[in-house]
């Protein structure tokens, strides 16, 4: 019954997530969640919210964790907007910032919401086609007649680009807005948002969801000019004027106060990371070198959906892109060391070591 729809509604194609099993038993890697939880810090600060503030509205301009995120980052928090997870934040960028008449341009293979806030926005969009080895090729991002949107590192590659390129499409496209979405920034070498002080163009976003393991909670942030923040909150102020709640905004800024939980799971998580890594390799797989909290991996011998299915059945949830330029790559969460052997042994049952 489509007749009552919209032509907004009819032009949308909804983002299909990644599962979401309730099976205790199956070991999730397929979302790119961490492993090892939030800070203790998190769950005090909310439970204190919990027990005698729920039925007071949040600070509108979640001022909290604002200023948290303002000394993380070393910029006044004119520059931060807050949201209900980065993606409502990309969404409200892509609404601020990009127009029905100027195409914008992204990455061929890239997080796949932006195609979807383009269509749903009415926005035209150019997928800008990725080199042989997946590394993004920052020169074809440079003039462009629309805004930008490129993930940092990129998924589901993993793929990083320095910040001396990221910065070089910032200065080749001055009329423009360049959106840099560093979801995995914290498991790669540098961010890029301390640029945000120097160009007025430059829009950082971040997630709360990765490194500082509150998916969940659902926050995200961008960082940027004051005059790109203001844009923001207009927008969002004509939604809803509380974005986040209070347990959100609690929770949120405890995670970011905690520095040391943040610093040694990051830590762990990569160093993990490349241990995965080299024992993929000695498995046969070729592996990208990923600099976020997970890899994308292909196999010479075994397609990357029967080796999904396969594993899935041995209770290791992976993730498949049924999309022709990646559906021979798997892409696969890093978990504990713990959880990362069991893996393993699995992966060696179904494909013996290669000699
Ligand atoms: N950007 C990228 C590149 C992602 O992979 C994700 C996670 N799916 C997000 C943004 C959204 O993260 P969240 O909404 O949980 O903040």
Not at 129 to 137: H, M
Not at 197 to 205: E, F, G
Not at 309 to 336: C, E
């Amino acid at each position: 019954m489509t007749k009552f729809w919209s032509e907004t509604t009819k032009r949308t194609e909804p983002y299909v997530p990644g599962e979401q099993l309730n099976d205790p038993n199956i070991i999730k890697l397929n979302t790119n969640e961490n492993p090892y939880g939030p800070s203790s810090q998190v769950k005090e600060a909310i439970q204190d919210e919990l027990t005698r503030k729920l039925h007071l509205y949040p600070a509108p301009d979640a001022d909290k964790l604002r200023d948290e995120i303002g000394s993380y980052y070393n910029v006044t928090k004119d520059h931060i907007f807050v949201g209900n997870g980065s993606d409502e934040v990309l969404a409200f960028s892509f609404m601020a910032f990009f127009e029905p008449h100027a195409q914008i341009r992204f990455p061929a293979i890239t997080y796949s919401f932006y195609p979807v806030y383009a269509k749903l926005f009415n926005i035209p969009y150019e997928q800008v086609p990725l080199n042989r080895d997946f590394t993004i090729p920052a020169e074809d991002f440079f003039g462009a007649e629309g805004g930008i949107v490129i993930a940092n590192p990129n998924a589901p590659t993993g793929l990083y680009l320095n910040v001396e390129a990221v910065e070089e499409i910032v200065i080749n496209n001055p009329e423009y807005v360049v959106i840099i979405d560093e979801a995995y920034i914290d498991f790669a070498p540098a961010s890029a948002a301390p640029l945000v002080k120097q160009y007025p163009n430059l829009l950082i976003v971040q997630t709360l969801s990765k490194s500082r393991s509150l998916a969940g909670l659902r926050v995200g942030f961008a960082l940027g000019d004051p005059g790109l923040i203001e844009a923001l909150v207009r927008i969002k102020d004509s939604f809803n004027s509380y974005t986040i709640d209070r347990l959100a905004i609690a929770g949120a800024a405890a995670a970011i106060k905690d520095r040391d939980h943040f610093r040694e799971t990051t830590q762990t998580i990569i160093r993990t990371r490349e241990w995965l890594i080299s024992e993929m390799k000695k498995r046969g797989f070729h592996v990208l070198p990923s600099q976020a909290n997970f890899i994308f991996v292909s196999h010479y011998k075994h397609s990357a959906k029967s080796l999904y299915q396969r594993l899935k059945q041995q209770g290791f949830l992976t993730r498949h892109f049924q999309k022709p330029a990646i559906d021979h790559y798997l892409r696969i969460t890093i978990g504990t060391d713990e959880q990362m052997e069991s893996f393993l042994k699995a992966l060696d049952s179904i494909t013996p070591l290669a000699a």
